[in-house]
């Protein structure tokens, strides 16, 4: 499976984005897809999940009732829409595909494909 994440950006604080994540060369619908998010000297944090069957939904708490993710099943995409920004969000970005069991859906070990990082710059 490729992933390919676009969308980001530079933003002021208290502005939105919308990133988006289009996976090809796998059966979409297989997997539960994921936005991570990684600083420099920092270790790769867990943002956002949706199950496979788009039923259920994780976060990471600071980004609860502030990011959305979704995914279309028939475009093979997952979005994660961003509303007000704080400039702790700014990181690269990357999404990525997995068959995660509960324990492990917020954990880099359920995944196992990756895109290759979108930057998410927030100004204050």
């Known amino acids: 499976v490729q992933l390919q994440a676009s969308g980001g950006g530079l933003v002021q604080a208290g502005g939105s984005l919308r990133l988006s994540c289009a996976a090809s060369g796998g059966t979409f619908s297989r997997y539960s897809m994921a936005w991570f998010r990684q600083v420099p000297g920092k270790e790769r944090e867990f943002v956002a999940a949706v199950r496979s069957s788009g039923g259920h939904t994780y976060y990471l708490e600071s980004v609860r009732g502030r990011f959305t993710i979704s995914r279309d099943g028939a475009k093979n995409t997952v979005d994660l829409r961003m509303n007000s920004l704080e400039p702790e969000d700014t990181a690269v970005y990357y999404c990525?595909?997995?068959?995660?069991?509960?324990?492990?859906?917020?954990?880099?070990?359920?995944?196992?494909?990756w895109g290759q990082g979108t930057l998410v710059t927030v100004s204050s």
């Open positions: 990525a595909a997995g068959t995660p069991i509960l324990s492990n859906i917020r954990q880099r070990s359920g995944y196992y494909y």
